[in-house]
């Protein structure tokens, strides 16, 4: 038996994650994937950390060539769930953000939705990157959905708490590293006992991520506040970062 905990991004994928983030469903997948869409998606197109595929489905729902990787085995098998899901099968499948089993070249964009970068220590947020850049081709382009690190600092709740369709949810909320990352302590009771867990994912200020990228090999296009027209400030909720694949990565 190997002593050594699971990391905490595969401890917290669970199928719990359903309930803890019920907002970010089907519906509001479409409205992104409709905003993502109206600015030029060159296929195919990869949903990279798509849990259980909602924004794959809904980019295969607007006629795109789109498919989806996950860490979370039982994330990707709760895609079953979705209205329409067959659209998604055969679509979604397991790997690993940093070693993506995709040839050099053969993608035309990489989504990286909800947060889902950042998981990894300083050299595996690097290995996300390279491999994005790997598997784009020239001019691909590239989406990363991030925290605003400014307003996630001023505007923390350090604890909460839920109560949902026969569950409790305790959730506390810290920052470390100088700020740089954000760390949820998860509780969740139900019926069926007490499940906890940890979530620990690294911001990036606009100039960190940019510098990190260009590196890689992925230029700026444009940093959007939201998913629509808010343009990105201090206060913005997101920070969506636009990129184009424009050099091989920095030796």
Known sequence: MDPRPEP???????????????HRDLAAARAE????????????????????????LALRELGLSAFGFDLSRELLLAARLLPG???????????????????????????????????????????????????????????????????????LVPRSRRQGDGFELDERRRLEDGGRRVVKEVR?????????WREDVRMYAPEEIDALCERAGLALERREGDFGPR??????????VWLR???????
């Open 85 to 155: 899901a067959e659209r998604v099968r055969a679509r979604l499948a397991q790997a690993d953000a940093r070693r993506l089993p995709c040839a050099g070249g053969a993608l035309g964009t990489v989504l990286m939705l909800f947060s889902s970068f950042g998981y990894f220590d300083e050299q595996g947020n690097r290995a996300v990157l390279a491999e994005i850049a790997r598997v784009l081709r020239p001019g691909g382009r590239a989406v990363l959905d991030l925290m605003n690190p400014e307003r996630v600092r001023a505007e």
């Open 231 to 240: 343009a990105f400030d201090p206060g913005a909720p997101r920070q969506i």
């Open 33 to 56: 994937a409709g905003h993502l869409f109206a600015h030029g998606l060159p296929e195919p197109i990869l949903d990279l950390g798509s849990g259980f595929g909602r924004h794959t």
């Open 8 to 22: 905490w991004y595969v401890a917290a994928f669970r199928a719990d994650y359903l309930r803890v983030y019920p």
């Open 188 to 196: 969740l009771r139900d019926a069926g006992g007490e499940r906890a």
């Open 245 to 251: 694949r424009v050099s091989p990565p920095a030796a």
